[in-house]
């Protein structure tokens, strides 16, 4: 039995797994930078309202990491979907919404609040 389309597929989904994680690390770094960065500004002046404002940018840098765990884990979903689909079947779709796919760890608040993020 010839898998080709499936295989094609699945690698399509999984790319796109790939860049999520990705860009998670990549704003993991940029909030470290970034924070340290307005840390060492707080220390060198007099003027200590520069460490309030080091909350701002992690905050930010949560909310789109949050975003980007949503993303893969909706996709994760679809990898898992696609796995269990039969050859004749592979429409080659990389729609992973939340309507499809929603629900228990995929929301925006149990991403927020997983483990991961809190690391």
């Known amino acids: 039995m010839n898998n080709d389309n499936k295989i094609k597929h699945l690698e399509m989904v999984q790319d796109v797994i790939k860049r999520m994680a990705s860009n998670s690390f990549i704003l993991k ?4 930078t970034l924070v340290a960065g307005i840390m060492a500004l707080a220390e060198k002046d007099t003027d200590k309202k520069y460490f309030l404002v080091a909350y701002i940018p992690i905050i930010i840098f949560w909310l789109l990491d949050s975003y980007y765990l949503l993303q893969e884990r909706l996709y994760r979903k679809l990898y898992k979907k696609v796995c269990s ?3 004749k079947d592979i429409d080659f779709s990389l ?3 939340k309507k499809d796919f929603g629900g228990g760890r995929n929301t925006f608040f149990a991403c927020f609040v997983s483990i991961c993020m809190l690391k």
Request: charged letters at 20%.
């Open 29 to 32: 770094g940029w909030a470290v």
């Open 95 to 97: 729609s992973a919404t």
């Open 85 to 87: 689909t039969e050859e």
